[in-house]
């Protein structure tokens, strides 16, 4: 099974940006769709955007579109998420999360890097 591991969340202010990697170990990273999630404190769990195995499809949440860009390096086992246009209410712990490219959910999930964004 894959291992992952988030980095690069940190504190910025509203309209910075930050990138975001989820390193993967364990298995064929292109064998697997992976996705972008966030959970702000008192919220549940929401999805942010997900990529398939190849980077050729790709998807957002409305709020993450046109700020947010997902993309993938299969050579370097590596997944990031560039955000741009940072605003307060993308504060939260942001997860990597893995899904066989038969699978219906995410079975795999790294252990989530805070992102606080100050007004």
């Known amino acids: 099974q894959v291992q992952l591991v988030e980095s690069g969340g940190g504190l910025v202010q509203a309209g910075g940006s930050l990138r975001l990697s989820c390193a993967a170990s364990?298995?064929?990273?292109?064998?697997?769709?992976m996705g972008w999630f966030r959970q702000a404190p008192g919220k549940e769990r929401e999805f942010v955007a997900a990529?398939?195995?190849?980077?050729?499809?790709?998807e957002y949440a409305d709020s993450a579109k046109g700020r947010f860009t997902i993309s993938r390096d299969n050579a370097k086992n590596t997944m990031y998420l560039q955000m741009n246009s940072l605003k307060p209410e993308d504060t939260a712990v942001y997860y990597c999360?893995?899904?066989?490219?038969?699978?219906?959910?995410?079975?795999?999930w790294g252990q989530g890097t805070q992102v606080t964004v100050s007004s």
């Open positions: 990529i398939n195995w190849s980077g050729g499809s790709i």
């Open positions: 999360a893995a899904r066989t490219l038969s699978g219906s959910f995410y079975a795999y």
């Open positions: 364990g298995h064929t990273f292109s064998s697997y769709n």
